[in-house]
């Protein structure tokens, strides 16, 4: 092989580029040069031309092994697109037939194809390995590499099984490629592929035009995105969510709001999968809403934001999927909702899985979670992940450092810990040190007799708010590192030793706060808007109403529905029932005199009133509510409406009192013979009417432990319907 080729020229030749981007021409040609090869290069950085330049100079056939059969088919286009021949990049997958199988073996066979295209389970079916031991084999590519770690955000166990079938259709040097990788995924890739001595590439992972933000998921999130979209009119845009459920009601609800949309997720048929990509990279429509099987190989360059609907279950897949944004340079905002709520869904969904893949999932949604909730500069955490140093104190451009928070000192903390870790002998995980520094003798601290360490216990009197943040910066800060080989295990570094000897000043910044009272959440994001004065006269009215029809004033509107009113000015009965709570009947029965008080208000006061917060929601748990009136009007017991929904009990209690409080009548007293004692119904009815609040702790603290909170829930329920409907 002529090592002295001219890079430059073939590649102009071939792909019409003048010259090499980042590492490209070194990666070549050390693979020209028969060395195994690592390549780290984030989505958009050139990766495939690593691969396909060698192939079309080298002698012989080069095997690209991927996973994704549509990309495939595009780059077998694109390659045989830029020869002049027929047949110089071909495909063997799943969807070829037994005469386009024989095609593309007759033109390995006469030396036509320098680049064939393999998915894994192909690979590995007996006759074309037979096949290809017959043919001259440039190189190995493996594309996708992080699907050979069950680290990776994508693993696929057919990749384990490459090495094995590269020894029996013969050996020939490999580059694995991939756009996401930690320490701990490279190590897997470098031993699964037999390549401990390839020759690694990292580029670097920072991409300075996009923008991170997380923001807290609260009820109103579907209007938060819809504003967000009208305030970045005619832009491309992606949101993922993780269910396919989920995928269509948003989807639905930005389209009841006039924003081209559409939903993509892998129980669409593949026609209509393929019109909507079509669509979006034609810009028929602007925002798709996907499950994270869209994205895949979508060359858009100018999608412009990407929203993380859910928290997604690891930061590679985070990244690979915002990495969709801004490729062209340009503006990229992305955008994570995140709740708490939403992690311990997450972790549920583990449950069924083997032990040790539940013990990876957790790992990796602890490192999800530590992202969202951290104040540090957010491009620090993510290259940090990804084991590449970023220096700058400020990024300035993500939320944190947009709006930094006030830095503590963190020397005391950072050596009760550090001190914490040695005497465990560097052999437990955050959760465990944590629990050791506050002294909380847990089953498994009490097991490894580390109870009796003088240094249990050494940070009870601290704050503990400081533990997450202290360990996290840490870890950034170089003190700690976590263990390749057991990931999750907190290691001391030799700067973490020194420290030890030596301690120094180590300023920190507290977490953000995620509390999941979310009531109260979206209860503040209104009143900031809300109109003080509208507001008291509405309950003014609201007390006059209850007076003369003899009810408490909560049965006739709830005060979230109140506080909305005094926000977005309801004018005619339709806006009514656009608010929290209200539903046809209510705004019937109550509302003609509450619509007539803000209209005057509005007038006398000359008020324009705020179009934008009007998002038309979809009746989208008509569907659900519909289900739940019909089996109550069958006496269906509730806890089986609720398995039969698929709901907790506590979820299906939630829309009942959707249900009573929006004004629908509905009768559970069969249900409530069942299970309560008729004194207690008796009780908590009582304390309603006399109360001038439904608050639930409010009635949990008046009637004493006595009854249980389901049991209130029901009562309410029932004396909401019976008085206010």
């Known amino acids: 092989m002529n090592h002295d080729v001219n890079l430059t020229e073939k590649l102009k030749q071939y792909f019409g580029f003048d010259k090499f981007k980042g590492n490209q021409e070194a990666i070549i040609r050390n693979l020209l040069s028969g060395k195994n090869t690592f390549v780290l290069m984030p989505t958009g950085g050139g990766k495939s031309l690593c691969y396909q330049l060698p192939s079309l100079i080298m002698d012989g056939t080069a095997i690209v092994i991927s996973p994704l059969i549509a990309l495939m088919k595009n780059q077998v286009d694109v390659i045989n697109g830029m020869t002049e021949t027929d047949g110089v990049a071909h495909y063997l997958n799943s969807s070829l037939n037994k005469s386009a199988i024989d095609k593309v073996k007759s033109d390995i066979l006469a030396g036509r194809t320098k680049l064939l295209y393999v998915a894994p389970e192909s690979l590995t079916k007996e006759d074309n390995v037979d096949f290809l031991r017959s043919v001259k084999i440039s190189f190995y590519a493996v594309d996708e590499a992080h699907c050979i770690s069950e680290w990776g955000h994508d693993f696929r166990p057919e990749y384990r099984r490459i090495r094995p079938i590269i020894n029996e259709i013969g050996n020939a040097p490999v580059i694995a490629l991939t756009a996401t990788a930690t320490d701990k995924v490279r190590t897997d890739i470098k031993k699964s592929l037999g390549i401990i001595d390839a020759t690694e590439y990292k580029s670097s992972f920072n991409r300075p035009n996009l923008y991170y933000e997380v923001r807290h998921k609260t009820k109103d999130i579907d209007k938060q995105i819809v504003k967000f979209i009208r305030q970045n009119p005619g ?22 709001n006039e924003i081209k949309a559409a939903a993509y997720h892998a129980g669409l048929d593949s026609g209509t999968r393929s019109t909507t990509q079509d669509d979006f990279l034609m810009e028929r429509i602007d925002v798709i809403v996907a499950t994270i099987a869209f994205g895949m190989g979508i060359d858009k360059p100018d999608v412009r934001f990407v929203i993380h609907y859910d928290i997604p279950k690891s930061l590679e897949g985070y990244y690979q999927e915002t990495g969709r944004a801004g490729r062209d340079g340009g503006e990229g905002k992305c955008i994570a909702f995140y709740s708490y709520k939403d992690l311990k869904k997450l972790e549920k ?48 451009n993500c939320d944190n450092c947009l709006h930094p928070k006030t830095k503590i000192e963190g020397k005391d903390a950072l050596l009760v810990v550090l001190n914490a870790i040695a005497a465990i002998k560097e052999d437990f995980r955050t959760d465990y040190v944590i629990d050791f520094v506050k002294g909380r003798d847990t089953n498994d601290i009490v097991a490894h007799k580390h109870d009796r360490l003088e240094e249990f216990g050494s940070g009870e009197d601290m704050d503990e708010k400081l533990w997450n943040p202290v360990i996290r910066q840490a870890l950034i800060a170089g003190y700690l590192k976590k263990d390749v080989e057991n990931y999750g295990i907190l290691k ?8 030890i000897k030596n301690p120094q000043s180590f300023m920190i910044v507290l977490d953000n706060e995620f509390n999941d009272d979310d009531e109260d959440e979206s209860r503040e994001g209104i009143s900031v808007a809300l109109d003080p004065m509208l507001h008291a006269m509405l309950k003014d009215l609201r007390k006059k109403i209850s007076n003369r029809v003899k009810l408490p004033p909560y049965v006739i509107f709830q005060d979230i529905s109140l506080e909305q009113m005094a926000t977005v000015y309801p004018v005619s009965l339709e806006d009514l029932q656009n608010i929290q709570g209200v539903g046809a009947g209510k705004a019937r029965r109550y509302g003609k005199e509450f619509i007539a008080l803000i209209k005057k208000y509005c007038e006398e006061n000359e008020i324009e009133r705020p179009e934008d917060l009007r ?6 748990k008509s569907v659900l509510k519909v289900k739940i009136i019909q089996s109550i009007d069958r006496q269906v017991a509730l806890d089986d409406i609720a398995e039969a929904q698929g709901l907790e009990f506590d979820e299906l209690l939630d829309e009942v009192e959707a249900i009573v409080y929006s004004g629908t009548k509905i009768n559970i007293d069969y249900f409530i013979e069942e299970v309560i004692d008729d004194d207690h119904v008796d009780d908590i009815y009582e304390y309603f009417k006399e109360s001038d609040t439904d608050d639930l702790d409010a009635a ?13 829930r029901l009562v309410r329920i029932k004396f909401m319907s019976d008085m206010g409907n």
Do not use: W
Request: glycine letters at 8%; one cysteine or more; proline letters at 2%.
């Open 700 to 712: 949990m603290d008046e009637l004493g432990g006595d009854y249980s909170e389901e049991e209130i």
């Open 349 to 396: 969904f583990m449950e069924g899985k083997p032990v040790a893949e539940q013990d990876i999932g957790r790992q990796l949604l602890q490192e999800t979670a530590a992202y969202a909730e951290s104040s540090v500069c957010r491009r620090k955490m993510l290259l940090h992940y990804f084991g590449e140093e970023y220096d700058q104190e400020n990024c300035g």
């Open 492 to 499: 001391l570094t030799p700067a973490g030793k020194k420290f």
């Open 235 to 256: 832009k491309s845009g992606i949101i993922y969510c993780l269910s396919r459920k989920k995928v269509e009601e948003l989807a639905a609800v930005l389209r009841a």
């Open 615 to 620: 998002v038309r929601t979809v009746a989208k």
